[in-house]
């Protein structure tokens, strides 16, 4: 289906998609390119599909389904991911050019998703990058279809002509799908999105698109619900990811919204509480139930940060080691840090790709403050009911 997708970090399948089952099968200029496990589980499947609807004598019927059948089937379900591949590719080479990092490309049943840090704020940029990869589909469809109908396919095996027409034509199906159907945040809705918000701003732009793809994703499911093919189970689970991505993202420009250009000075938690490595576990734990705080920055006699300790880290130790064990021990030693000067949305984005709830709040190397995801909600709920929204609207 091929999906671009900034991730944002607010939705379950962002979780989903961080996951380390997924086996890396690449790498392009920098970008891994991962298998879902569940690829793998599904891929017989789609053997049967393709080869029951496309190289069977009557189409459709399971019965006539032989070896040769099964194995035209299964080429074209491996051929047709790697054009989805290829899809995904482009919209990431494009916005690698625009200066935005792509973390990944993972391969769903579903289709490809591109995991960007975020997507161009400039709409033309989001409508550049969106039309990439349809244009691939397009582009890789002319020649394999010229190839196919117009003579030239060497007959090295029966039906390899049809084999050849079908990766043509099924290409032209996946642009068209793609960018014509205006299903944000699918390809053909970002393009909406990107013409509307030249001409209404951002914010208002992602409400309509949203709600073209969530309408688009309720036609899809009672579509899927009464396909008689197997076909009709996975338009169900795109319908899904369309309606929780086009929620889940006008969410989050929402957010952003409301933040507008706070920045992180302006939210942080000034001198918050601190640790030293050489205080014990039972220490921390008593600083928790005084200061009500569970995440601390690790500071050391100089004045470094050298660590962070939250509840996560102490979560599954022995309680009879608390009193002899340091925080020195325990504690996270990789720090994800901010500038004071740094945009709050830019802060939120971090924490979602990083999968944090705290930044520490670095000026010049030096301590200055900490910033916890559940500062940013509460000041997002409370800009949301000044600004006349409720306060629910701005949840992260
Ligand atoms: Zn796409």
Redesign the pocket.
């Known amino acids: 289906m091929?999906?671009?997708k900034p991730s944002s970090g607010k939705g379950p399948h962002d979780r989903a998609l961080n996951l380390p089952n997924a086996l890396q099968i690449g790498k392009v200029r920098g970008i891994p390119i991962r298998l879902h496990w569940t690829f793998l589980l599904v891929l017989p499947f789609f053997a049967v599909l393709m080869g029951s609807s496309y190289f069977t004598p009557t189409p459709g019927r399971l019965d006539q389904l032989d070896g040769p059948a099964l194995g035209w089937g299964a080429a074209l379900a491996v051929t047709l991911f790697a054009c989805v591949t290829l899809?995904?590719l482009s919209?990431s080479l494009v916005a690698l050019r625009y200066g935005i990092k792509v973390r990944s490309i993972t391969l769903l049943p579903i289709g490809g998703v591109s995991q960007m840090e975020e997507m161009p704020k400039e709409p033309r940029r989001e409508f550049l990058v969106?039309l990439a990869?349809?244009l691939t589909n397009f582009v890789l469809a002319a020649p394999i279809l010229a190839w196919g109908y117009l003579g030239g396919v060497p007959d090295i095996a029966p039906r390899f002509g049809d084999f050849v027409r079908l990766v043509g034509s099924l290409n032209l199906v996946l642009g068209a799908f793609?960018l014509f159907l205006p299903a944000f945040p699918?390809?053909g809705g970002r393009i909406l999105r990107a013409i509307l918000a030249s001409k209404m701003g951002l914010l208002k732009a992602t409400h309509y698109a949203a709600s073209a793809g969530r309408a688009l994703a309720f036609a899809m499911a009672i579509f899927g619900l009464f396909s008689p093919t197997g076909g009709g189970f996975f338009l169900l689970i795109i319908a899904l990811f369309i309606y929780m991505g086009a929620t889940e993202e006008e969410r989050a420009v929402q957010v952003n919204h409301t933040l507008g250009d706070l920045r992180v000075r302006d939210v942080m938690t000034s001198s918050p509480v601190i640790l030293r490595p050489e205080d014990s576990l039972e220490d921390v734990f008593r600083i928790m139930v005084e200061s009500k705080h569970v995440g601390f920055p690790v500071v050391d006699a100089m004045g470094r940060v050298v660590g962070f300790l939250g509840l996560k880290e102490l979560a599954g130790i022995d309680q009879a080691r608390f009193a002899t064990t340091p925080v020195r021990l325990v504690m996270r030693p990789q720090v994800p840090t901010v500038a004071p000067a740094a945009l709050a949305t830019d802060a939120l984005r971090a924490m979602g790709n990083d999968g944090a709830d705290y930044l520490v709040v670095l000026d010049h190397g030096q301590l200055a403050g900490l910033l916890s995801k559940t500062d940013l909600t509460r000041v997002v709920s409370i800009l949301a009911v000044r600004g006349g929204g409720k306060a629910e609207d701005a949840a992260l």
Do not use: R
């Open positions: 091929a999906v671009p899809h995904e919209h969106s990869g349809p793609n699918m390809d």
